[in-house]
């Protein structure tokens, strides 16, 4: 392998390389010829998980929530990730910026409509009623639930864990390093390598439902603007179009690439919810936000341990209820991602301190999510109707019906409707890009074990692998293959979930070896005493 990789131009760890490249390349042939075989193992697989360990996920992320928390506030926060004279690379607004675009920005889009909606129709306690002020509250509380301190705790634990022991420690840029207390030099052998490998093939598999769910809003948004077929050949070009771009971006690097794309996003983005608050009902909205917050704050305990038990015990058919299709699917889902975040905000976060970096990443897109949702969350719940029949706007069959056409049916009730869904799809279609050059570059990161770009050819090559994966999976099953990986990576998120729970006792192991003060922080210490 490592004759084929000079002759390829390559500079990489030949071994993490051509394992995950020949994983992916597998699971596609494998779905080519044996589609549903795989989809009823996957399938019985997750309804497994899902039915017996969907407690495991609930309680682990509270956990996370709460031990990033006491490491932040507590006499940790004061260590520098990166020498004790470095300071942060980037400012604060464009830091913020790429968390937001290499994180949820996509999903965001997606779900800022439609989640509020699908709880506010079919609200997550069964005894509460459908469209009634109690369903509305409930349905942002769920929302924020699922997209605020808990998915970025998942996100945070693994990008301070990386940022710590790769700038604190100089250990390699690679997944493996967080386990250093625990595994010591064999995170450079076999174990170390197969870490790394189920860190970019989950990367992988975890970046393609979104760029799917990206195309099936794209798609759906060029049927309402232009009257294009809302079809796989549609969703193929999208995805053509879009890799280009990201490739595009891929080659330009970090600095010219993500960091540029990303500012010019999250511009347009807040362009886009101001004018939903001024050109909607901009006092209700703005009482919106502040009571979002409490039912937010109000909340968050009770929702971060209900496992909806009894409606599991209770039903026939031995599901696993609301919270299993829900919050363990979202918990999974983004813990697949984990890896490729977590890299990702390390490396444009090297010279904060511990506390800087957590409640950073933690509490700004937290916030932002917040105030996102509260515009265009109970903006299409008013108009849906609060307290009638949901039947106004037509958002609610919407959602129903195609969930992807949620924000643009949305549009349809504010003026220039032409314009502001071309400005929506234009974000998403960055997004999309932003989130898969961001995750290339996490992955060449990964195989190379260095912070400097390998060689352009390596890095288009995962750009180019992730839209083929997403472009393979629309072609062979339409729905159903996204559905379809929506199951292996709830499977999938099973392993990387409890890796990512032991990283954190490797975590806490190394920060007890820490010469923490009152006045100041002693230099790391060594290696070998972690």
């Known amino acids: 392998m490592e004759s084929l990789a000079k002759r390829l131009g390559l500079r990489t760890d030949v071994t993490i390389f051509f394992w995950s490249a020949g994983i992916m390349v597998a699971f596609l042939l494998a779905l080519l010829v044996a589609k549903e075989p795989i989809g009823a193992f996957f399938g019985a697989a997750r309804t497994w998980v899902v039915t017996n360990l969907g407690w495991f996920f609930i309680f682990g992320v509270t956990t996370w929530v709460v031990f990033l928390l006491w490491v932040a506030l507590g006499r940790y926060g004061s260590i520098r990730l990166g020498g004790e004279d470095e300071r942060p690379t980037y400012g604060n607004a464009s830091w913020f910026a790429m968390l937001f675009a290499g994180g949820v920005g996509t999903v965001l889009m997606f779900?800022?409509?439609?989640?509020?909606?699908?709880?506010?129709?079919?609200?997550?306690?069964?005894?509460?009623?459908?469209?009634?002020?109690?369903?509305?509250?409930?349905?942002?509380?769920?929302?924020?639930?699922?997209?605020?301190?808990?998915?970025?705790?998942?996100?945070?634990?693994?990008?301070?864990?990386?940022?710590?022991?790769?700038?604190?420690h100089k250990l390699p840029v690679r997944f493996s390093s967080a386990f250093y207390p625990l595994i010591k030099d064999?995170?450079?052998?076999?174990?170390?390598?197969?870490?790394?490998?189920?860190?970019?093939?989950?990367?992988?598999?975890?970046?393609?439902?979104?760029?799917?769910?990206?195309?099936?809003?794209?798609?759906?948004?060029?049927?309402?603007?232009?009257?294009?077929?809302?079809?796989?050949?549609?969703?193929?070009?999208?995805?053509?179009?879009?890799?280009?771009?990201?490739?595009?971006?891929i080659v330009a690097g970090l600095d010219a690439g993500v960091k540029l794309l990303s500012n010019i996003n999250i511009l347009m983005a807040v362009g886009l919810m101001l004018f939903v608050l001024f050109a909607g009902s901009t006092v209700f909205l703005l009482r919106s936000i502040v009571e979002t917050l409490g039912i937010y704050l109000s909340n968050i305990f009770p929702m971060s341990f209900w496992n909806d038990t009894l409606a599991q015990y209770t039903r026939e058919d031995g599901g696993w209820g609301w919270q299993g299709s829900w919050t363990v699917f979202y918990w999974a889902w983004t813990v697949t991602w984990s890896p490729f975040v977590g890299i990702f905000v390390a490396r444009i976060s090297r010279g904060r301190t511990i506390r800087e970096f957590v409640l950073g990443v933690m509490f700004a897109p937290s916030l932002f999510t917040l105030v996102w949702f509260s515009i265009f969350g109970w903006s299409a719940m008013q108009i849906a109707g609060i307290g009638g029949d949901g039947t106004g706007g037509g958002i609610v069959s919407a959602v129903q019906e195609n969930v992807a056409t949620a924000m643009f049916v949305f549009f349809e009730q504010f003026p220039a409707t032409k314009l502001i869904n071309g400005i929506a799809i234009l974000i998403v279609a960055i997004f999309f890009a932003t989130s898969s050059d961001s995750a290339s570059l996490v992955v060449d990161m990964l195989c190379t074990g260095e912070e400097d770009p390998g060689p352009v050819r390596q890095r288009v090559f995962w750009g180019v692998s992730e839209g083929v994966l997403a472009m393979m999976l629309i072609v062979l099953a339409g729905q159903a293959g996204l559905d379809a990986l929506q199951?292996?990576?709830?499977?999938?998120?099973?392993?990387?979930?409890?890796?990512?729970?032991?990283?954190?006792?490797?975590?806490?192991k190394a920060l007890s070896k820490e010469d923490v003060g009152r006045v100041k922080v002693g230099p790391p210490p060594k290696l070998e005493t972690l």
């Open 111 to 168: 779900w800022g409509v439609a989640e509020p909606i699908y709880h506010f129709s079919q609200p997550p306690h069964g005894e509460v009623q459908p469209f009634s002020v109690e369903a509305s509250t409930d349905a942002m509380g769920f929302a924020l639930y699922h997209l605020g301190l808990h998915t970025w705790s998942i996100f945070t634990l693994p990008g301070l864990a990386f940022a710590y022991f790769i700038y604190r």
């Open 186 to 249: 064999r995170i450079y052998g076999p174990i170390g390598k197969t870490l790394d490998i189920f860190a970019i093939v989950g990367t992988l598999f975890g970046v393609a439902v979104s760029i799917g769910l990206g195309t099936n809003q794209i798609s759906a948004g060029l049927s309402e603007l232009f009257g294009f077929d809302d079809n796989v050949g549609t969703k193929v070009i999208i995805i053509v179009l879009l890799t280009a771009v990201a490739v595009s971006s």
């Open 487 to 508: 199951q292996v990576i709830t499977v999938i998120g099973l392993p990387v979930f409890i890796l990512v729970f032991i990283m954190m006792f490797s975590l806490m």
